[in-house]
């Protein structure tokens, strides 16, 4: 692998001075994301999801002169005091690009949507996503299936720390619950069946009301659509956005002043695998269907980690925002010669960036893409190229507070193994500052955001005067996630040209000072520490048995297959252990996919309608990554050999914080023992089942974290690699108000 890296980089350096020659390198302007934002407490909108020409995308099939722009699939967004008649009118007020919008909103606001479905049926052939979890082995659901290819859709505010509230008919308006599914009637009627995710609206309209709370944490946050079975499809045509909450100074500065909310970049990852004329199986079941495809095509319901080869063939390949379709056929693969994978970044291909302010920028990243993961870095492109350092500000939509002293151990036990390439930062940091965390790569899973300081560096990490001329290229270098055969080989890619000039800060500023809200969220004040507003205590409702768990007893979370000689199905197990580590007595429950109907953890807020905090274990079964997430909260990673004081103490001392909160984490891959090991790879599919777990025969350390659920109501947890949760990754949970006192 290290000759790879050495000569990928001399690749993309070759390649950048021959693209900068012809005039093609970073031509495009770097576009901050349309804003629409919050008046006196209340963003009011219409957002119209429907198809549109994706234009910042240029395809030109092998032999013709002329451009495709391929479908993609957008919110038309506008004030709903610009609408009429559930449109956008007059159209100059809207925003529909592919990059998406950003909604601004503050702690306290109300943000209401009215969402419209106008998007299209698609190809019943090519939309395969529903399983039968009840056959043995299981096996696609044609009857269930049938609603997919309608496209419905729903809206889902990944990382708020909001109420999963459904209509009633007290209030017909929708909060953050995914279990409903809102039909084009254009498209037609669904089919009813029992497998039906949650109310089925088919009038094409659904109005939301999300109250956002006084104290939700500050950051970065995101919508897009939640019906299981398409989430995957809707993400990779690009229905994505994001939501900020609050302002960068609240979290950020440089230990005087805020850090300047003008230089706060907004960068949305998405990718678009286009297709050239010919032939694609498609699966449906265990055994793919070859079917024809168009030129300009987007590959959306099984995008292919292998479109393209995962590094370039030479110097003269470029990669600048996207990678050619490769013939994969001897790795029983498709044939996508001719197609192009496409990278824009907030809906620019390849644009530049130009950083010419004192004391930098922030910027925030966001993969709103459905299965592809990053391996970001930005790499100067002065003296043979290196990693320039980058100081991480937030993760996953909440800003960190790490007390001073934090060791690069703890850090990366805080942050999960591999999410960051940490590095110590230079400099001495000034008294009060809380440590500061500082990384040269990214990796950044499906659903992740991270927000960091850039500003112009040395070799060693250090702020200098940018030379004349200075650049760097931000990119991914390319990176699997898990075993050979297993894992998916993501490609390296060039994202944007990045210009420097100015950015040169008193040297006494070697880090941003940050007022985290990990810290200030677990806090009196805060959202987990404070009573929950709204609940009022009550009996449970019909089919939630109250599970809360005893007093050193944590969940544990079995990540795999339903089974492991099918590699289609996806599921999540369950088991409860004591404070000992031995397992509850008939707690455990077998990998399932995800279905609607099956029984849910149901936990009670704890007495006096306070947040309650739960230990869960999680355990990845395969040689392949999975990322857990979480909806309706954020959570903390927790060590039990932690010294009090340390922010992976498992009791939080509200003093000290839980430094780094997240709503996504990679899990460690499991590592069989040599005895089983290719039994495992050739006849399980890379993946241990859950017994060979509990006999040591599959070796991997269970992620702890502790998990603060604040708000009530039906949601999910799963893993947000969408090809997953749409195969079945997902689990449901209930989250009721503590019954009234005896």
Partial sequence: ???????????????????????????????????????????????????????????????????????????????????????????????SEFGGVRLALQPGDKLKVRLVNKLPKQDYNKVWHYWNPYASPPEVDMQAGMNLPLTPT?????GLVVQARAATEANPTWGDDIYVSLYNPANGVPMEHGMDHGAVVTKGVLDYVIDIPANEPSGADWFHPHVHGITSDSLSSGLAGIITIGKPGKHASDGTNPFPEKQVRHLILKDMQVLAKGTIAFQQGPDPVNLPVSNGEVLDDQQDPQFCAQFPADAQEGRLGSCPGFNNTSQDGNDYTGGRWYFPVSGVVYPTIAVNKPKGELWSFTNAGASATYKIELNNNANGGYPMLMQVVSIDGISISLPSGTSQADMEKLLGKNRFELVPCPGTVPPGFPEPMCVKSIIMLPGSRAEVWVTYRDAAGN??????????????????????????????VNLANVTFRGTYTDPSLVALKLEGDAKAANAPQGIFFEKVPYAVAANPPPGCTPQPLADGHRRRIFFGLVDVTNSNVFGLGYDEVDAQGKQVLDSFHPIKAFDPSNPYLCIPLAAGQMPVREAWGLVNLATENHNFHVHQTKFRAVDVAAPEGSPLHPTLDPNVGAGVMEDEVSLQIAAP???????????????????????????????????????????????????????????KIQVIPAAPAP
């Fill in 463 to 492: 702020i200098v005067n940018p030379p004349r001329g200075a650049s760097a290229t931000l990119r991914s270098v390319g990176f699997t996630t898990g075993e050979a055969g297993v894992g998916d080989p993501w490609p390296a």
């Fill in 154 to 158: 729903n809206l889902h505010t990944h």
């Fill in 673 to 731: 023992v040599p005895a089983i090991a290719d039994q495992v790879a050739n006849d399980q599919n890379g993946y241990c089942t859950v017994q060979q777990w509990i006999d040591h025969e599959c070796l991997n350390v269970p992620k702890l974290v502790d998990i603060p659920f604040a708000e009530t109501g039906e949601f999910v947890y799963h893993c947000h690699i969408l090809e997953h949760e749409d195969a079945g990754m997902m689990a």
């Fill in 1 to 95: 692998m290290p000759v790879m890296a050495k000569s990928y980089g001399l690749a993309v350096a070759a390649a950048l001075i021959a693209a900068t020659m012809c005039g093609t390198a970073g031509a495009a302007r770097f576009l901050e994301p349309p804003v629409f934002s919050s008046k006196n407490g209340v963003l009011d909108i219409l957002m119209i999801a429907r198809p549109k020409p994706v234009t910042a995308i240029k395809f030109r099939p092998h032999g013709s002169k002329k451009v495709i722009h391929p479908e993609g699939w957008v919110y038309e967004v506008c004030y709903r005091s610009q609408s009429y008649h559930n449109r956008c009118d007059p159209p100059k007020y809207s925003s």
